[in-house]
């Protein structure tokens, strides 16, 4: 018996590839997320950047709490079984009027998993719309295997090396997926997907976790690590990740270089990056 999806969603992912709308908390809930990361912001001068985009799930308890939202979870159990990672989070943030966008491109491709068995929950603190660059996706496109990417390192481009699948999709199949702040979009690791630039008057906020069932394992590093969000782990592939006790706490904070550094490695292998601050590197610096 399912938990939150019907089998109806359930079968439409497994043949799509994605779900959305789906509401994971009320509009004002969503909105007093928006605030907190801007309060953080305020701080610091200006947008959230480089690492910090990355796993911030280690560094603020209240996205510690969102990788492990019940509605989430129950969602994402639905679809790969009651023993959960979260593997990694990410902010996908496009200023008002800003030329940041997102190639076409499918998740699976630098991120070194043993299979495509990893789901996307993108939860929108703002709305995503036409007008902001929504997300949008090719429906069935995770049945295609690994395709190959080129990297482009467009300044722009959020991605870390700015890869694009290096075959033509015909925009006029995508599907946009409109999301109101506290509804999330699921999406498959093989699904190719995208979005256009913000030409909006504000900003467009979409926080992504990254959900594996724990059999999963990283094959391109040596090592690597992961939260348990649900469940039990009972393969130890991933070495597990604390819950942070408060914000930005000291000894979180030094976990966090070392983890982002690692993963940057495993994302940017090949290429001589080797940091997500790193100015060389595409993305959400
Ligand atoms: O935020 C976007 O527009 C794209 C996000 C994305 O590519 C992802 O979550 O995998």
């Given at each position: 018996?399912?938990?939150l ?6 079968e439409?992912?497994?043949e ?25 912001e ?10 910090l985009?990355?796993k911030?799930?280690?560094l603020?308890?209240w ?9 989430i979870l129950d969602?994402?159990?639905?679809l ?8 990694s ?9 800003s ?9 699976s491709?630098?991120?070194g998993?043993?299979?495509p068995d ?6 929108a ?5 036409e007008?902001?660059?929504a997300m949008?996706?090719?429906?069935g ?5 690994q395709?190959p ?14 890869q ?6 015909d925009?006029r199949?995508a599907v ?8 999330m ?5 093989r699904?190719?997907?995208?979005s ?18 724990t ?10 690590s992961?939260?348990?969000?649900r ?14 006790r ?7 904070l030094?976990?966090?270089?070392q983890?982002?550094?690692r993963?940057?490695r ?12 790193d ?7």
């Amino acid at each position: 018996m399912p938990k939150l999806l019907s089998q109806a969603q359930i079968e439409r992912f497994r043949e799509e590839g994605f779900l959305a709308p789906i509401r994971v908390m009320p509009e004002t809930d969503a909105l007093e997320y928006r605030r907190r990361l801007e309060r953080f912001e305020a701080t610091t001068g200006g947008p959230m950047a480089g690492d910090l985009r990355h796993k911030p799930h280690l560094l603020f308890t209240w996205l510690a709490d969102l990788v492990r939202h019940p509605r989430i979870l129950d969602a994402v159990e639905d679809l790969y079984g009651p023993d959960l990672l979260c593997w990694s989070s990410s902010f996908f943030i496009k200023e008002e009027d800003s030329p940041s966008f997102v190639s076409w491109h499918q998740d699976s491709t630098y991120w070194g998993l043993s299979r495509p068995d990893v789901v996307t929950a993108w939860v929108a603190f703002t709305p995503a719309e036409e007008a902001n660059g929504a997300m949008q996706v090719m429906p069935g496109s995770h049945h295609l295997d690994q395709i190959p990417h080129r990297d482009t390192f467009e300044k722009h481009n959020l991605l870390t090396r700015g890869q694009e699948v290096a075959v033509e999709v015909d925009e006029r199949l995508a599907v946009r997926l409109d999301l109101r702040p506290g509804e999330m979009s699921l999406h498959h690791v093989r699904l190719v997907h995208g979005s256009p630039p913000n030409t909006s008057g504000d900003r467009r906020i979409g926080f992504a976790i990254r959900y594996i069932p724990t059999s999963v394992r990283q094959v391109a590093g040596d090592s690597d690590s992961a939260t348990l969000v649900r469940g039990e782990d009972r393969y130890g592939h991933f070495a597990p990740e604390p819950r942070p006790r408060a914000d930005l706490d000291p000894e979180m904070l030094a976990l966090h270089k070392q983890i982002t550094e690692r993963n940057a490695r495993i994302l940017y292998r090949g290429t001589g990056v080797e940091s997500f601050n790193d100015p060389r590197g595409a993305g959400l610096r």
